[in-house]
């Protein structure tokens, strides 16, 4: 696997300000691990990034999906490598951040 750095906690305890600076301090971009925020307009409650927060970092699987949509562990295993792929070639840092300690899992085993 190509270096990646894994940011994780629970709600409200400041990933998201942390991840946007160790991004633009390691050259990464982020790919969310976090079960709600991949779901267009589920913004309350899921302490979702704004654009204006995400300070020019790139974010991967946040506001991907319909909430009609499905999505599981499968779902984000593949979206995530997909995103890692696109990363990697890009030349810079993976930083997975989210609460969903299962989705984090799924990608390293």
Do not use: C, W
């Not at 300000?17 to 899921?46: P, R, T």
């Not at 991967?60 to 995103?83: G, Q, R, T």
């Not at 030349?91 to 989210?98: E, R």
């Amino acid at each position: 696997m190509d270096k990646l750095i894994i940011l994780t906690g629970p709600t409200a305890v400041g990933k998201t300000d942390l991840s946007i600076k160790l991004a633009k301090a390691v050259d990464g971009e982020i790919i969310s691990a976090d079960s709600i925020q991949v779901y267009k307009d589920m913004n309350i409650g899921s302490a979702k990034i704004t654009s204006d927060e995400m300070q020019g970092v790139r974010h991967h699987l946040i506001d991907v999906l319909k909430p009609n949509e499905d999505f599981n562990v499968v779902s984000f295993k593949n979206m995530a490598k997909a995103a890692m792929d696109d990363i990697y070639i890009s030349g810079l840092i993976h930083i997975i951040t989210g609460g969903t300690v299962f989705y984090i899992h799924a990608v390293l085993y």
